[in-house]
Nanobody
């Protein structure tokens, strides 16, 4: 049974930084693409960015490019979303999604999801 644990959210002022973690355990396939998604109150969940299993490729939605980065430590089966220069519009519940298929992550349909972690940016 694959389990995904995302954590690291909190309350920060505008311009602040946070680092979210996504740890994967269980299952027999350790080669997962890992993505981050977010859902603001009253809005649909949206793709934020992802990283391939190799870590060689990352991609982000336009609104976070230059501010967010993703990196991973495969020895720990953990990926990280580093968020800098946070803005109030980044306020949302952030979810980690993982799948053996990178396409599934990019399409917003990963097989496994974390429980979500709240990020609140005060203005």
């Amino acid at each position: 049974q694959v389990q995904v644990a995302d954590s690291g959210g909190g309350l920060v002022p505008t311009g602040g930084s946070l680092r979210l973690s996504c740890a994967v355990s269980g299952g027999t396939n350790s080669k997962y693409a890992m993505g981050w998604f977010r859902q603001a109150l009253g809005k649909e969940r949206e793709y934020v960015g992802h990283i391939t299993w190799s870590g060689l490729t990352t991609s982000f939605r336009d609104s976070v490019k230059g501010r967010f980065t993703i990196f991973r430590d495969n020895a720990k089966n953990t990926a990280y979303l580093q968020m800098n220069n946070l803005k109030p519009e980044d306020t949302a519940v952030y979810y980690c999604g993982v799948d053996g298929s990178t396409a599934a992550v990019i399409n917003g349909s990963p097989a496994y999801w974390g429980q979500g972690t709240q990020v609140t940016v005060s203005s």
